[in-house]
Protein backbone atom coordinates (compact mmCIF):
# COMPACT_ATOMS: atom_id res chain seq x y z
CA UNK A 1 0.00 0.00 0.00
CA UNK A 2 1.31 3.44 -0.57
CA UNK A 3 1.11 6.11 1.37
CA UNK A 4 -1.38 8.30 -1.53
CA UNK A 5 -3.87 4.99 -1.06
CA UNK A 6 -3.58 4.58 2.73
CA UNK A 7 -5.18 8.68 2.65
CA UNK A 8 -7.97 8.05 0.41
CA UNK A 9 -11.27 7.77 1.83
CA UNK A 10 -12.83 4.82 1.71
CA UNK A 11 -15.99 4.13 -0.37
CA UNK A 12 -19.34 4.15 1.86
CA UNK A 13 -21.19 1.31 0.75
CA UNK A 14 -24.86 1.10 0.98
CA UNK A 15 -24.33 -1.17 4.48
CA UNK A 16 -23.11 1.44 5.72
CA UNK A 17 -25.45 4.08 4.31
CA UNK A 18 -28.29 2.43 5.89
CA UNK A 19 -26.89 1.30 9.37
CA UNK A 20 -24.87 -1.28 9.22
CA UNK A 21 -24.89 -4.92 11.05
CA UNK A 22 -28.38 -3.87 12.86
CA UNK A 23 -30.36 -2.35 10.04
CA UNK A 24 -29.40 -6.00 8.51
CA UNK A 25 -30.22 -8.01 12.06
CA UNK A 26 -33.86 -6.46 12.00
CA UNK A 27 -34.42 -6.83 8.74
CA UNK A 28 -33.61 -10.35 8.72
CA UNK A 29 -35.37 -11.06 11.76
CA UNK A 30 -38.71 -9.48 11.05
CA UNK A 31 -38.37 -11.43 7.98
CA UNK A 32 -38.32 -14.55 9.21
CA UNK A 33 -40.78 -14.10 11.86
CA UNK A 34 -43.43 -14.05 8.89
CA UNK A 35 -41.59 -16.80 7.41
CA UNK A 36 -41.82 -19.14 10.81
CA UNK A 37 -45.49 -19.57 10.54
CA UNK A 38 -46.20 -19.03 7.16
CA UNK A 39 -47.92 -22.71 5.30
CA UNK A 40 -46.31 -21.83 2.07
CA UNK A 41 -43.11 -21.03 3.08
CA UNK A 42 -42.16 -22.38 6.60
CA UNK A 43 -42.06 -26.41 4.97
CA UNK A 44 -38.82 -25.30 2.67
CA UNK A 45 -36.66 -24.37 5.97
CA UNK A 46 -35.02 -26.40 8.28
CA UNK A 47 -37.38 -27.14 11.09
CA UNK A 48 -34.17 -28.08 13.24
CA UNK A 49 -32.15 -24.90 11.94
CA UNK A 50 -33.83 -21.38 11.92
CA UNK A 51 -31.01 -19.76 13.33
CA UNK A 52 -28.79 -21.22 11.00
CA UNK A 53 -31.39 -20.37 8.15
CA UNK A 54 -31.07 -16.56 9.69
CA UNK A 55 -27.63 -16.31 9.96
CA UNK A 56 -27.17 -17.62 6.01
CA UNK A 57 -29.31 -14.93 4.90
CA UNK A 58 -28.34 -12.34 7.02
CA UNK A 59 -24.46 -12.85 6.58
CA UNK A 60 -25.41 -13.30 2.61
CA UNK A 61 -27.32 -9.76 2.28
CA UNK A 62 -24.43 -7.99 4.87
CA UNK A 63 -21.54 -9.80 2.27
CA UNK A 64 -24.07 -8.28 -0.77
CA UNK A 65 -24.23 -4.89 0.29
CA UNK A 66 -20.87 -4.34 1.29
CA UNK A 67 -20.82 -5.05 5.06
CA UNK A 68 -17.90 -8.29 6.44
CA UNK A 69 -17.22 -10.78 3.88
CA UNK A 70 -18.21 -13.49 6.33
CA UNK A 71 -20.42 -15.67 4.06
CA UNK A 72 -18.16 -16.22 1.38
CA UNK A 73 -15.59 -17.01 3.86
CA UNK A 74 -17.86 -19.76 5.80
CA UNK A 75 -19.50 -20.91 3.12
CA UNK A 76 -17.70 -20.06 -0.65
CA UNK A 77 -19.44 -18.57 -3.16
CA UNK A 78 -22.99 -17.74 -2.83
CA UNK A 79 -24.26 -19.65 -5.84
CA UNK A 80 -27.53 -18.49 -4.73
CA UNK A 81 -29.76 -20.82 -8.34
CA UNK A 82 -27.83 -23.73 -7.12
CA UNK A 83 -28.50 -23.60 -3.29
CA UNK A 84 -32.44 -23.09 -4.07
CA UNK A 85 -32.37 -25.50 -6.70
CA UNK A 86 -33.99 -28.62 -4.21
CA UNK A 87 -36.71 -26.20 -3.31
CA UNK A 88 -39.28 -26.31 -5.44
CA UNK A 89 -40.16 -22.44 -6.13
CA UNK A 90 -43.07 -21.61 -7.12
CA UNK A 91 -44.84 -18.26 -8.19
CA UNK A 92 -46.77 -18.90 -4.53
CA UNK A 93 -43.14 -19.50 -2.55
CA UNK A 94 -41.97 -16.17 -4.79
CA UNK A 95 -45.27 -13.98 -3.37
CA UNK A 96 -45.35 -15.39 -0.32
CA UNK A 97 -41.20 -14.55 -0.02
CA UNK A 98 -42.03 -11.36 -1.00
CA UNK A 99 -44.67 -10.51 1.11
CA UNK A 100 -42.63 -11.01 4.13
CA UNK A 101 -39.87 -9.58 2.82
CA UNK A 102 -41.90 -6.63 2.08
CA UNK A 103 -43.08 -6.07 5.98
CA UNK A 104 -39.11 -6.41 6.48
CA UNK A 105 -38.09 -3.67 4.67
CA UNK A 106 -40.69 -1.36 5.19
CA UNK A 107 -39.51 -1.57 9.19
CA UNK A 108 -36.65 -0.51 8.51
CA UNK A 109 -38.12 3.04 7.41
CA UNK A 110 -35.33 4.09 5.06
CA UNK A 111 -35.11 6.70 2.82
CA UNK A 112 -37.31 6.69 -0.57
CA UNK A 113 -34.38 6.02 -2.55
CA UNK A 114 -32.51 3.39 -0.02
CA UNK A 115 -35.98 1.84 0.00
CA UNK A 116 -36.32 1.55 -4.20
CA UNK A 117 -32.56 0.22 -4.58
CA UNK A 118 -32.95 -2.71 -1.61
CA UNK A 119 -36.75 -3.60 -2.57
CA UNK A 120 -35.08 -3.87 -6.08
CA UNK A 121 -32.66 -6.53 -5.30
CA UNK A 122 -34.98 -8.42 -3.59
CA UNK A 123 -37.67 -8.60 -5.96
CA UNK A 124 -35.16 -9.76 -8.59
CA UNK A 125 -33.33 -12.27 -6.29
CA UNK A 126 -37.27 -13.64 -5.18
CA UNK A 127 -37.68 -13.47 -9.30
CA UNK A 128 -34.52 -15.19 -10.22
CA UNK A 129 -34.86 -18.08 -7.63
CA UNK A 130 -38.32 -19.29 -9.04
CA UNK A 131 -37.81 -22.83 -10.19
CA UNK A 132 -41.47 -23.75 -10.84
CA UNK A 133 -44.11 -22.62 -13.41
CA UNK A 134 -47.78 -23.12 -13.74
CA UNK A 135 -47.05 -25.20 -16.61
CA UNK A 136 -44.56 -27.51 -14.94
CA UNK A 137 -45.71 -31.03 -15.71
CA UNK A 138 -43.99 -34.15 -16.46
CA UNK A 139 -42.11 -33.62 -20.54
CA UNK A 140 -43.66 -30.06 -20.20
CA UNK A 141 -40.76 -26.64 -20.49
CA UNK A 142 -40.04 -24.07 -18.35
CA UNK A 143 -37.92 -21.37 -18.60
CA UNK A 144 -34.09 -22.02 -18.61
Same mark, same amino acid.
Given at each position: MTESS??????? %???? *??? =?? /?VFERLV????? +????D???APLYPQDDWEGAE?????????????? %??YS *??? =?? /???????APFA? +??AQRDAWLSHMRAAVDSLELSPEQDA????Y???AARSMQNRWPDDAPGGLSPA
Open positions: RSLPSAR %TFYD *EVG =GA /PARFYA +GVRSPVLWRLRAFLTQYWGGP %TT *EQR =GH /PRLRMRHI +GATLWGMEM
